[in-house]
């Protein structure tokens, strides 16, 4: 496959494809929720390289890195996952479920200010599942028609993660919805 303006291996696509191994290590060690949100962020720095700033990070989206970043996802919720079993166990701490905007910036408006009042917060995953989605739409099959909202979740996520990273405060639920069937 050509890579995009003609970019040598070794700038584009070599990194990733020495972290797939890596990767699927992280998804078969993620039998928990919180598990798979860790290994979904460390994944999704490994892609993208989050430890750039932001426009280094835009700079280096490409084709392959949107491919690998939905292959990942789809790993790590199969179609066979059973959602119930991630959930949390009842017990006295008060956990929240948001299912209301998913913009990172209404999130830190409205999400974040109850982390004073609950003790876990499950958001519904905003990154579309490959596993879910038909074909001619399918990130993995068409991941330039991608680029765009892919931006747009990793950013999220970039917001995202020193939230979840924290003890049970947030956990993303991957969303069990089928896009245009």
């Given at each position: 496959m050509p890579l995009r303006l003609?970019?040598?291996?070794?700038?584009?696509?070599?990194?990733?494809?020495e972290g797939r191994e890596r990767r699927r290590d992280w998804i078969r060690a993620s039998p928990s929720l919180k598990k798979?949100?860790?290994a979904?962020?460390?994944?999704?720095?490994?892609?993208?390289?989050?430890?750039?700033?932001?426009?280094?990070?835009?700079?280096?989206?490409?084709?392959?890195?949107?491919r690998g970043f939905y292959s990942f996802i789809a790993g790590l919720w199969r179609t066979d996952?059973?959602?119930?079993?991630?959930?949390?166990?009842?017990?006295?701490?008060?956990?929240?479920?948001?299912?209301?905007e998913n913009d990172p910036e209404m999130m830190l408006q409205n999400v974040f200010p109850f982390s004073l009042y609950a003790d876990e917060i499950i958001l519904v995953n905003p990154f579309?599942?490959?596993?879910?989605?038909a074909d001619q739409f399918?990130?993995?099959a068409?991941?330039?028609?991608?680029?765009?909202?892919?931006?747009?979740?990793?950013?999220?996520?970039?917001?995202?993660?020193?939230?979840?990273?924290?003890?049970?405060?947030?956990?993303?639920l991957q969303s069990?919805?089928?896009s245009c069937p």
């Open positions: 003609a970019k040598k291996y070794k700038h584009c696509c070599m990194s990733l494809d798979r949100n860790l979904l962020i460390a994944a999704t720095s490994d892609i993208f390289s989050l430890n750039q700033p932001w426009d280094a990070v835009k700079a280096k989206m490409s084709d392959s890195r949107i996952t059973d959602y119930l079993s991630l959930l949390p166990k009842p017990d006295s701490s008060l956990c929240a479920l948001y299912l209301g579309d599942n490959q596993n879910l989605v399918n990130p993995v068409h991941p330039e028609e991608w680029r765009v909202q892919t931006l747009r979740l990793v950013y999220h996520l970039r917001i995202l993660a020193p939230w979840v990273k924290l003890k049970n405060l947030f956990n993303l069990q919805r089928r």
